[in-house]
C-alpha cells in the first residue's frame, strides 16, 4: 500500500494550490479518502473527505468555500485544491485512506506554507 502526495510548498497569502495524491496497493474506490493536516504544536486535524463514489463531500468549517476535495477512481488519485490561501493554513497535508480501522493508510505528507 502507497500514498504518494504531492504538489505542496510556497504560496502567498491569496493564492492557490492543489495537492494530489496518488494510491496504490488497494482497491481505491472502495475507500473513502480523507486530508487531513497538522500544523506546529497543533493536533493533526481533518480537513476534508469524499466518499468512495466520489458522491459526497464535507470540509472542516475551517475551510469552506475554499478547498474542494476531488477524485480521479480511472487515475487512483485524490486531489484537493486550495484556493484562498491563508496563513493559518500552513501545516503538513497528510492524505488518508480509510475503510475499516484495520484497513486504514497515510502518506508521508506535503508541506503547505503560506506567507508573504
Known amino acids: 500500500v502507497q500514498l504518494v502526495e504531492s504538489g505542496g510548498g510556497l504560496v502567498q497569502p491569496g493564492g492557490s494550490l492543489r495537492l494530489s495524491c496518488a494510491a496504490s496497493g488497494f482497491t481505491f474506490s472502495r475507500y473513502v479518502m480523507r486530508w487531513y493536516r497538522q500544523a506546529p504544536r497543533k493536533e493533526r486535524e481533518l480537513v476534508a473527505a469524499i466518499t468512495g463514489a466520489g458522491d459526497t463531500t464535507d470540509y472542516a468549517e475551517a475551510v469552506k468555500g475554499r478547498f474542494t476535495i476531488s477524485r480521479d477512481n480511472a487515475k487512483n488519485t485524490v486531489y484537493l485544491q486550495m484556493n484562498s490561501l491563508k496563513p493559518e493554513d500552513t501545516a503538513v497535508y497528510y492524505c488518508?485512506?480509510?475503510?475499516?480501522?484495520?484497513?486504514?493508510?497515510w502518506g508521508q505528507g506535503t508541506q503547505v506554507t503560506v506567507s508573504s
Open positions: 488518508n485512506a480509510w475503510r475499516t480501522s484495520i484497513t486504514n493508510y
